[in-house]
């Protein structure tokens, strides 16, 4: 008999809930169920659509490769990533208020998962841990482990709209932490963190020694009026490490173009950049035709937002309101991106993924356990992505309304 080939125990931990679920839903999705998909924030799926210009900029830019051809994007680039990339990403940033990026202070990935990906293998050793948000995308806490680094996450305040608490910082700190994640907007639960909040970090991460990895993929999806703030045009003395991407804002996830900037106002991260160059080179370059949409996109007068924000403006309050409407689950309202994270009460000894995982069997609507991204302990949620159209969502909020009834009557429980 042949020996079975035993994976590495590196990889007994590594979960993705929002992608986990899904192979529940196809299997349930084959036997004839007809599934609502809530469950992962790829705009394209429904109704917003990539920008016309940019889609054409890699069109005009493969056509034109061939051997000998002046610029060919058959072609691996440099490892950084191409000139006019890192540059208007420089620009960006500037324009953002992070104060002394050159072009050299950039990379670009294959999205933004690359670079925190990469931003974690060159900083963690084993036993190292770095901070991260809870509720926080699950990327951190399944990467992390992969290279050996320790979880230690921090809980957002929910009472407070999903705030940074300094004071849960400080409890949850140790001499082995190397690094805090911010997610802003955050995923899942939507909040837009305040000046002061922002402040809270950075003197956090100032007497504590750390870089601070701030996740800024949605900063132009903001509700009623709300500015973003990059953390790193706060840190005058604090290392930041700023990831973005065109994926959310330029609604093409699925292209693959995402970057790093490097804010070093004390110079202290020449050694860590440069581990993070060799692990640039060892994996050749990022996608190179589409790096030439990432100047004309950031330069642009991003006129598509106009309506990607009104839909998601309905939608988003049409989640605020109809789900607060049932008993037994409360909402804080989404600031920016398009999740909401509501909290339900449930029956003691029921899961949030038991309670999920029946909802998708029983109604078909795919939403994802609150404890796939970290929540307080003796409190459960679950995430929705409000990008289906209102007719979708209606559906969507009325079979959940309708189960969680019955599932209270089935359990005995009434919440309070």
């Excluded at 990469?118 to 809870?134: E, F, K, R, S």
């Excluded at 849960?168 to 001499?175: A, F, I, P, Q, S």
Aim: with cysteine.
């Amino acid at each position: 008999m042949a020996t079975p080939i035993i994976p590495a125990e590196r990889t007994e931990h590594v979960t993705y809930a929002i992608r986990d679920i899904v192979v529940v839903a196809k299997k349930l999705e084959a036997s004839g169920l007809k599934i609502l998909y809530l469950n992962i924030g790829d705009p394209p799926v429904y109704d917003f659509e990539t920008p016309q210009f940019l889609r054409q900029i890699v069109i005009d830019k493969i056509a034109q490769s061939n051997s000998g051809a002046a610029l060919n994007v058959s072609t691996y680039c440099d490892s950084m990533g191409i000139s006019q990339a890192r540059i208007a990403v420089a620009e960006y940033a500037t324009a953002k208020g992070i104060e002394n990026i050159t072009p050299d202070d950039v990379f670009i990935t294959s999205g933004a998962s690359e670079a925190i990906t990469l931003a974690i293998a060159a900083l963690v050793n084993p036993g190292d841990n770095i901070m991260t948000p809870a509720p926080g995308y699950p990327l951190y806490s399944g990467q992390i482990p992969v290279y050996h680094g320790e979880l230690n996450p921090y809980l957002l305040n929910e009472e407070n709209d999903w705030q940074i608490d300094i004071e849960e910082l400080e409890r949850r700190v140790n001499k082995r932490t190397k690094a805090i994640v911010v997610i802003n907007p955050n995923n899942p639960t939507g909040a837009n963190y305040s000046r002061e909040s922002l402040l809270n970090i950075i003197n956090f991460a100032r007497r504590h020694n750390l870089v601070v990895f701030a996740d800024e993929i949605y900063d132009k999806l903001l509700f009623d009026g709300q500015k973003h703030i990059s953390i790193a045009a706060l840190a005058k003395d604090v290392p930041v490490i700023t990831f973005g991407g065109l994926s959310k804002n330029y609604i093409m996830p699925g292209w693959r173009v995402g970057w790093a900037i490097f804010s070093d106002p004390t110079k202290v991260m020449g050694a860590y950049r440069e581990a993070v160059n060799k692990l640039l080179r060892a994996r050749l370059c990022a996608p190179h035709p589409q790096q030439y949409m990432v100047a004309p996109a950031l330069r642009s007068d991003d006129s598509h937002l106009v309506s990607v924000m009104q839909k998601l403006t309905r939608r988003r309050d049409l989640t605020f309101q109809m789900l607060n409407a049932i008993p037994g689950i409360s909402c804080v309202k989404p600031a920016g991106a398009f999740y909401a994270f509501p909290k339900i009460q449930l029956p003691p000894g029921v899961t949030d993924e038991q309670y999920v995982v029946e909802l998708l069997k029983t109604c078909g609507v795919l939403v994802v356990h609150g404890s796939g991204f970290g929540q307080k302990p003796g409190t459960n949620h679950f995430r929705i992505v409000f990008l289906p159209d209102e007719a979708t969502l209606i559906k969507a909020y009325e079979l959940i309304s309708n189960f969680t009834a019955d599932f209270y009557k089935k359990h005995n429980f009434k919440p309070v």
